[in-house]
């Protein structure tokens, strides 16, 4: 077996014991490989050992291997900072972005959704941290901001999405994933139009396992599947 091949049936097994204590089922939590940095032969590997999703976080790497049939067989999410410019890249070729992180970039994939007659599926990415060189919506603005997804027709918001502040410790983090799945829940609980509360995409390699605890359903992984990036 491939060490990707490995490393991606040791961190499928270990979200299945952390969706298990959180008391749900092994399959309500979907592994999404951060290709990023990673070959089109080394995304096949992983989607061929099963990962659910591949998210890639730039999108000239994402046109390129695009092109190069590196996700055939597997959905692909959008999960990095996205220029409203480059969203015609990405609209109905993605099924998921991940990253919406403010009301213009809504509005500009609104746009190209509708010219193309299909409606765009995304998360709102929240700032958990209030940490001013992160985008994202405060957790405040996401309540004035959902009720307006109704004038967004080729949209559908369909959860949340963050990236919470570095921490050293693992329990330092829990609050910033406990917080956001408080939002999710208080939020999905009122009825919007477009908008449906499915998805909650936390936790990277260093704490998967906690973002699943605290309720994650999508989780984010790229150096436990593919080894450290060499930048
Ligand atoms: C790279 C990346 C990840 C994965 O990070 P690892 O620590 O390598 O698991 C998750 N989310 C986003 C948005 C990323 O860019």
Do not use: W
Request: a neutral charge; hydrophobic letters at 40%.
């Amino acid at each position: 077996m491939s060490s990707i091949a490995e490393n991606v049936k040791s961190i499928k097994q270990r979200v299945a014991e952390a969706a298990v204590r959180s008391g749900r089922a092994p399959e309500d939590v979907r592994l999404c490989a951060a290709t990023k940095m990673n070959d089109a032969a080394r995304v096949r590997e992983a989607i061929a050992a099963g990962v659910d999703i591949c998210g890639e976080n730039r999108v000239q790497e994402l046109t390129e291997k695009y092109e190069q049939g590196a996700y055939e067989g597997c959905p692909l999410h959008f999960i990095g900072h996205l220029q409203k410019n480059k969203v015609k890249y990405l609209v109905g070729k993605v099924q998921l972005i991940e990253s919406v992180d403010c009301l213009e970039l809504l509005e500009t994939i609104d746009k190209r959704a509708k010219s193309m007659g299909l409606v765009q599926n995304v998360l709102l990415e929240v700032n958990i941290g209030g940490e001013e060189a992160k985008s994202g919506f405060a957790p405040d603005e996401l309540a004035r901001c959902l009720p307006q997804m109704g004038q967004f027709s080729s949209i559908r918001v369909r959860g949340l999405m963050a990236i919470p502040p570095i921490c050293e410790k693992t329990e330092e983090i829990r609050p910033y994933f406990r917080a956001m799945k408080q939002l999710f829940v208080d939020n999905g609980a009122k009825k919007y139009d477009n908008v449906s509360m499915d998805f909650l995409s936390m936790g990277m390699s260093a704490d998967f396992e906690t973002a699943i605890e605290e309720g994650a359903n999508i989780v984010r992984v790229g150096t436990g599947i593919f080894g450290a990036r060499h930048y």
